[in-house]
């Protein structure tokens, strides 16, 4: 059998409400070469069954599902495994693609063979489509996002596409994290060849009561700031303790003013003792934040 271009990774979980668009904005691709790879994380809605349907009319669907909930990051490490493309697509069950994105992408990567991963802007949508607002992640340098992910992710994880052959050289995602896998990937992905975004809004990232952003923003910040340290720190231990892993890193000398500086940036998010004001921190340490000076402007102005 021809192995497809492009790998398209979906998991749900309970997803019945925005998953049928989700699914078409897939299968609505200009770009048609690709296997379509949905894995159903134990839904205990009508999310399988619309899966289901969506798989008899199309043979691109390959449907996989897990008895118990493994969440994102098990059920990706799941699918990844299983994927056959050069390229892996990443996809969430309630965002929408837009028709060209796919196409898009791959063109991106077409006039240069040193590029791994590729990421593009979007618009934030409601729980009725309607868009909120613009995301505009501007065509940097390969080096310029490098810098941005120094103290954040600068992807949309449902807009990405890399090539799974670097993907698996530097051992895909990581099952530590529980949130943030995307930001820990692009981290390393990074250090193994180009990087970019396309300034061009190809995706619908939908924002609601149940988002994980919203839900799970305190668990998120944890574990991005514990991507945020392995990229400055590449031999950090990933403890399995996640409780204590703050007091650990507060004991590695190399990592003190990288981790100073994030429990500025990320202070509201963080335990009172936990915590660091601007003013706590030393010259060097805020020369540093510099790396990201828009970033900088909007913690300060936030708080």
């Given at each position: 059998?021809?192995?497809?271009k492009i790998?398209?990774l ?12 989700s ?32 798989q008899?009319?199309?043979?691109r ?10 969440g ?10 299983l ?5 892996i697509?990443?996809m969430?069950?309630?965002d929408i693609?837009l ?5 898009d992408?791959?063109?991106w ?13 979007g618009?934030?949508i ?14 940097l340098?390969?080096?310029?996002i490098?810098?941005?992910l120094?103290?954040s ?6 807009s ?5 052959r670097?993907?698996?050289k530097?051992?895909g995602y990581r099952?530590?994290?529980n ?20 300034e061009?809004?190809l ?14 923003s ?6 991005s ?12 231990k990933?403890?399995?303790k ?28 963080l ?7 601007f ?10 934040l ?7 402007i ?6």
């Open positions: 059998m021809k192995k497809p790998s398209v979906m998991a749900a979980h309970n997803q019945e409400q925005f998953i049928k668009k699914i078409k904005s897939i299968l609505n691709q200009s770009f048609k070469d690709f296997e379509f790879l949905i894995l159903d994380d134990a839904s205990k809605d009508k999310t399988l069954n619309i899966i289901k349907k969506f008899k009319e199309d043979k669907i390959r449907l996989f599902r897990n008895e118990k909930n493994l994102l990051t098990k059920s990706l490490i799941k699918l990844t495994r994927a056959r493309g050069e390229f697509a990443r969430d069950s309630d693609s028709k060209s994105r796919f196409n992408q791959i063109s990567f077409e006039n240069d063979k040193k590029k791994v991963l590729v990421g593009t802007s618009f934030k409601d729980n009725k489509d309607k868009i909120i607002s613009n995301i505009n992640l501007k065509n340098s390969h080096e310029k490098k810098k941005k120094i103290f992710n600068f992807f949309l994880h449902s990405t596409m890399f090539k799974k670097i993907f698996l530097i051992g099952s530590f994290f949130f943030a896998q995307d930001y820990d990937l692009w981290c390393r992905l990074s250090r193994n060849g180009k990087i970019g975004n396309l061009k809004k995706i619908k990232i939908r924002y609601h009561e149940k988002s994980l952003s919203k839900t799970k305190k668990e998120q910040i944890f574990f700031i514990i991507a945020s340290c392995c990229n400055y720190y590449p031999k950090l990933l403890k399995s996640k409780k204590l892993f703050f007091e650990y890193i507060n004991n590695i000398n190399k990592l003190k003013k990288h981790f100073n500086c994030l429990k500025f940036l990320y202070s509201s998010y335990p009172k003792n936990q915590r660091i004001t003013f706590q921190l030393n010259l060097n340490e805020k020369f540093y510099l790396n990201d000076i828009r970033f900088l909007i913690k300060l102005f936030k708080k």
